[in-house]
């Protein structure tokens, strides 16, 4: 009755984890993308927008980094569903809303990277920039951001390994991603150790991945004065 | 002079106050710039000469007063014409401000590109042009963290130059410089004013700017007290504040003193311009 390791790795525990991964990936990947963008709106509303806009967006921020992402995630899953306007209301399969969950949390701390990496520049460079006869905002777009963009990415970099490790929180509303499927597996076989010791080297191998990408992202934008520190 | 009658000056500010923070930083100042014409203004730390010149291109919005290019009067809500103002009005700052993410070829290209919207290829010309005018033709491609601070600073005129602006503004451009690198963004600045470019400098070099300027304006406490030609308010007798302040400034830096200053145009100036060209040559292209 008993397998050895590789042939359970082989016939069970491999296609059901890669079905998973595939899962894991359709929620990391939007997830990343959704809280870049909140992150960097949110990051330049914080430093450049009006007040009220300003204080909205820090509102944003503190509500979003303040609580769980547990939290979070059961709020849009289970409570969402119960919040009525005028007789509508909205109901999220479990994918969509993991997203919106991951999405939401993560451009709270990105805004924050960014937020960093926009106050790093020197003010004098934006009064260069319109001395010469630039807009504020081409003067944002221009200088500003391509050096805030470098100056932030290493924390932004550190914010999507973050996500692809709680990505695994989608499994406790039902999404059968790496998590949730090692679980399934985990339960039917009894098989725990080897099962949750390989499900950790799928992260390792995600993560690990992910890093070198965002190393060549960053020695791709490298310049003198802007150089990744190695290690 | 008849000339001056005729055409109106370059740029002109008519009573230009600013309060910031409770302080009277500007008083009602008032000063014209003739084509060709360069002033010097001079003063003490905190006299309003920085606020003065930010003021001119509305860097610093002025809480009252007009700014006149070429005769007419600059509407500052009219967000087109402050950026056709700031073009026509050439800036150099103390701390240069170069963008520290592009390199001296494209620190000159980005405003030609964004601003006058030139092709990436006349644009990058064009920056090749100004740069070989400040001497560092061959330093194009190297960014800011390894230009020395002289080369930082004439990068930072090529790129005010590549505007075609009709007059430019520099705030103590060598202010931040080690001494040995003053030579070179001075002589880039000297080259400006003998082909004729309307120019109004804070310094503290005073020889060097006794040298070529029309004018030299003395400020305290946000007001010009004192203006007149450099013979004029640095002559051993005049008794003006103009010279007591240069004295004391001298002696401190080493120049040539008071006895060199009241003679007005002498061998510290020459030691100036000599300086000046021996650190241009030093930096020209191979």
Redesign the interface.
């Known amino acids: 009755m008993s397998t050895t390791y590789l042939e359970f790795l082989r016939a069970e525990l491999v296609p059901g984890l890669m079905e998973g991964l595939w899962t894991s990936i359709a929620v990391i990947v939007p997830s990343a993308a959704l809280g870049v963008l909140i992150g960097l709106f949110a990051g330049v509303l914080r430093v450049y927008g009006p007040r009220p806009v300003r204080q909205f967006t820090e509102a944003y921020v503190s509500l979003f980094r303040g609580t769980p992402l547990v939290v979070q995630v059961f709020f849009w899953y289970f409570a969402l569903p119960y919040i009525s306007i005028g007789g509508h209301s909205i109901v999220l399969d479990a994918i969509p809303a993991s997203i919106l969950a991951f999405g939401l949390c993560s451009g709270a701390y990105q805004s924050e990277y960014i937020r960093g990496g926009l106050l790093s520049i020197k003010r004098g460079q934006i009064r260069a920039a319109l001395a010469l006869g630039m807009t504020t905002r081409q003067a944002v777009q221009s200088v500003v951001l391509p050096q805030a963009f470098r100056r932030a990415l290493p924390g932004c970099g550190n914010e999507l390994i973050y996500l692809i490790k709680y990505s695994s929180l989608a499994s406790i509303i039902t999404v059968n991603e790496l998590t949730g499927t090692a679980t399934t597996i985990a339960k039917n076989t009894w098989r725990n150790i080897e099962v949750f010791c390989t499900l950790g080297v799928y992260y390792l191998v995600l993560v690990t991945l992910a890093t070198w990408l965002l190393h060549l992202l960053e020695d791709s934008l490298s310049v003198p004065g802007f150089e990744r520190h190695k290690s | 002079m008849a000339a001056e009658n005729q055409t109106p000056p370059v740029l002109e500010a008519r009573a230009l106050g600013k309060t910031l923070g409770g302080n009277r930083v500007l008083d009602a100042v008032s000063l014209a710039l003739p084509k060709g014409c360069v002033k010097v203004l001079i003063g003490p730390s905190g006299a309003g000469k920085s606020t003065l010149l930010?003021c001119l291109?509305f860097?610093i919005p002025p809480d009252s007063g007009s700014i006149l290019l070429e005769g007419r009067e600059v509407n500052a809500r009219s967000?087109r014409e402050l950026?056709?103002l700031?073009?026509q009005?050439?800036?150099i700052?103390q701390?240069f401000?170069?963008?520290?993410?592009l390199?001296a070829m494209e620190n000159v290209r980005?405003?030609l590109m964004?601003?006058k919207g030139m092709s990436k290829l006349d644009a990058g010309e064009l920056a090749l042009a100004e740069l070989s005018r400040v001497g560092l033709l061959d330093k194009a491609a190297?960014?800011?963290?390894?230009l020395s601070g002289g080369q930082k600073q004439r990068v930072?005129i090529a790129?005010?130059l590549a505007?075609d602006p009709k007059v430019m503004l520099l705030d103590e451009p060598t202010s931040a410089l080690d001494p040995e690198l003053i030579g070179e963004v001075l002589a880039v600045i000297r080259d400006l004013a003998q082909n004729g470019m309307t120019m109004i400098i804070a310094t503290h070099q005073i020889s060097f700017s006794a040298s070529l300027a029309d004018e030299f304006l003395f400020m305290e406490k946000g007001r010009v007290i004192e203006s007149g030609s450099p013979a004029e308010l640095l002559r051993r007798d005049s008794g003006s504040r103009t010279l007591a302040f240069c004295a004391k400034i001298s002696e401190l830096s080493g120049e040539a003193g008071e006895a060199g200053l009241a003679a007005g145009l002498g061998e510290s100036v020459r030691a100036g311009v000599s300086v000046g060209a021996a650190g241009l040559g030093a930096e020209s292209p191979v």
């Open positions: 930010q291109n860097l967000r950026c056709s700031r073009q009005v050439g800036m700052f701390d401000n170069l963008f520290d993410h390199s980005v405003a964004k601003v190297l960014y800011p963290a390894n930072a790129r005010a505007m």
